[in-house]
């Protein structure tokens, strides 16, 4: 049973009562959010938390079930999304322009005061318009909670690497077509900001330990938040490759206090370059953590189809919460949290 710091459990009117200050500003977060989205033209939708895919990133580990068939057809393996992505596209191939979410998520990973392992997500999508739309959303959307009255500094991860690395990104990146870049270069530079080496450290190790730890701490630190876009193409995921700089993929993050609330894509729209990047993915996963997660055929239907042009964001909404309601820790600003059953 999970408890207060002061050993009351959750639930009890005297802990309930110490977060309800927080719960009160949730609900008007999620009044204002329904309230921006719907007096700019998104439908609000709703997708199925089970799926056949639970999402392909290599380092996400999903929660599986069994679906078994009452008239003693074959059981169905399926997993809790880790994103309503594939779902909410299929409907974008189906013909819908603008459209939203708020979705419970789940993510296999210890709780953290930052994580919860089921927690709510707000994905929105726009038809036939750039990330500068959803970059001016971000905006107004911490205008509107209360989180920031200044727009968001727009920075690129070449340009914050330069900034407070000291190096070229980039230039560390032989081959820009290349999904697993010789890591020699980049090893090289965190070397020389004191980081040894470390045995097996692919390319992405290295860029991931060194914007954790030289980086993000800057990030929407100065009074103002802050826009990373313009990742190197290898950390594309599920975005297109700028077309005026192949170097670089069409995906931005948000962070507010050194905190990421937000990733953005310009999404990928062609068949064969995303299958091609899931198989990727999905032996990286393998050879990692010694399991894969089955490609949802059906959204590798719907690229083939036709998915329009579109750009789309996903962000947490309890850590908007927290920035809004000055909480330390995701639990504040749960109306319940993730019990395991254990007393402490």
Same mark, same amino acid.
């Given at each position: 049973?999970?408890?207060?710091?002061?050993?009351?459990?959750?639930?009890?009117?005297? !802990?309930?009562?110490?977060?309800? #200050?927080?719960?009160? *500003?949730?609900?008007?977060?999620?009044? *204002?959010?329904?309230?921006?989205?719907?007096?700019?033209? %998104?439908?609000?939708?709703?997708?199925?938390?089970?799926?056949?895919?639970?999402? @392909?990133?290599?380092?996400?580990?999903?929660?599986?079930?069994?679906?078994?068939?009452?008239?003693?057809?074959?059981?169905?393996?399926?997993?809790?999304?880790?994103?309503?992505?594939?779902?909410?596209?299929?409907? +974008?191939? &189906?013909?819908? #322009?603008?459209?939203?979410?708020?979705?419970?998520?789940?993510?296999?990973?210890?709780?953290?005061? *930052?994580?919860?392992? =089921?927690?709510?997500?707000?994905?929105?999508?726009?038809?036939?318009?750039?990330?500068?739309?959803?970059?001016?959303?971000?905006?107004?959307?911490?205008?509107?909670?209360?989180?920031?009255?200044?727009?968001? =500094?727009?920075?690129?991860? =070449?340009?914050?690497?330069?900034?407070?690395?000291? %190096?070229?990104? +980039?230039?560390?990146?032989?081959? #820009?077509?290349?999904?697993?870049?010789?890591?020699?270069?980049?090893?090289?530079?965190?070397?020389?900001?004191?980081?040894?080496?470390? =045995?097996?450290?692919?390319?992405?190790?290295?860029? %991931?330990?060194?914007?954790?730890?030289?980086?993000?701490?800057?990030?929407?630190?100065?009074?103002?938040?802050?826009?990373?876009?313009?990742?190197?193409?290898?950390?594309? !995921?599920?975005?297109?490759?700028?077309?005026?700089?192949?170097?670089?993929?069409?995906?931005?993050?948000?962070?507010?206090?050194?905190?990421?609330?937000?990733?953005?894509?310009?999404?990928? *729209?062609?068949?064969?370059?995303?299958?091609?990047?899931?198989?990727?993915?999905?032996?990286?996963?393998?050879? +990692?953590? &010694?399991?894969?997660? #089955?490609?949802?055929?059906?959204?590798?239907?719907?690229?083939?189809?036709? +998915?329009?042009?579109?750009?789309?964001?996903?962000?947490? @909404?309890?850590?908007?919460?927290? @920035?809004?309601?000055?909480?330390?820790?995701?639990?504040?600003?749960?109306?319940?949290?993730?019990?395991?059953?254990?007393?402490?």
């Amino acid at each position: 049973m999970t408890r207060s710091p002061s050993g009351r459990r959750w639930w009890h009117p005297d !802990a309930l009562a110490d977060r309800l #200050p927080h719960l009160r *500003t949730r609900a008007r977060v999620v009044a *204002t959010l329904r309230r921006y989205f719907d007096s700019h033209g %998104f439908l609000e939708v709703e997708t199925p938390a089970l799926q056949v895919s639970p999402g @392909l990133e290599p380092h996400l580990k999903a929660f599986e079930t069994t679906l078994h068939d009452a008239l003693g057809g074959p059981d169905a393996r399926l997993y809790l999304h880790t994103s309503p992505e594939f779902a909410m596209k299929k409907l +974008l191939a &189906g013909g819908l #322009p603008r459209i939203y979410q708020m979705a419970k998520v789940w993510r296999n990973e210890n709780r953290s005061p *930052t994580h919860s392992p =089921e927690f709510t997500m707000v994905e929105w999508y726009r038809a036939g318009e750039g990330l500068s739309a959803l970059m001016d959303d971000c905006d107004r959307i911490l205008w509107e909670t209360g989180v920031s009255p200044r727009p968001a =500094e727009r920075l690129s991860v =070449e340009d914050a690497f330069i900034r407070w690395c000291g %190096f070229s990104v +980039l230039d560390t990146i032989a081959d #820009p077509e290349a999904l697993d870049p010789d890591p020699s270069a980049i090893k090289a530079q965190a070397a020389r900001l004191g980081h040894d080496a470390r =045995e097996g450290d692919r390319w992405d190790d290295v860029f %991931f330990r060194l914007l954790l730890e030289h980086i993000e701490p800057h990030l929407g630190t100065e009074g103002r938040p802050a826009i990373l876009h313009s990742y190197p193409a290898c950390m594309a !995921a599920l975005s297109r490759r700028n077309p005026d700089d192949r170097r670089v993929a069409e995906r931005f993050e948000l962070y507010v206090n050194g905190l990421e609330l937000a990733n953005a894509f310009a999404e990928l *729209t062609d068949l064969a370059e995303q299958r091609k990047r899931f198989e990727h993915d999905m032996d990286l996963k393998e050879a +990692l953590y &010694g399991e894969r997660y #089955p490609l949802d055929e059906d959204f590798l239907a719907a690229l083939e189809y036709g +998915l329009p042009d579109c750009t789309g964001i996903a962000l947490g @909404l309890d850590r908007l919460v927290m @920035l809004a309601a000055g909480a330390d820790d995701i639990a504040d600003v749960l109306w319940a949290p993730v019990e395991t059953g254990s007393s402490g």
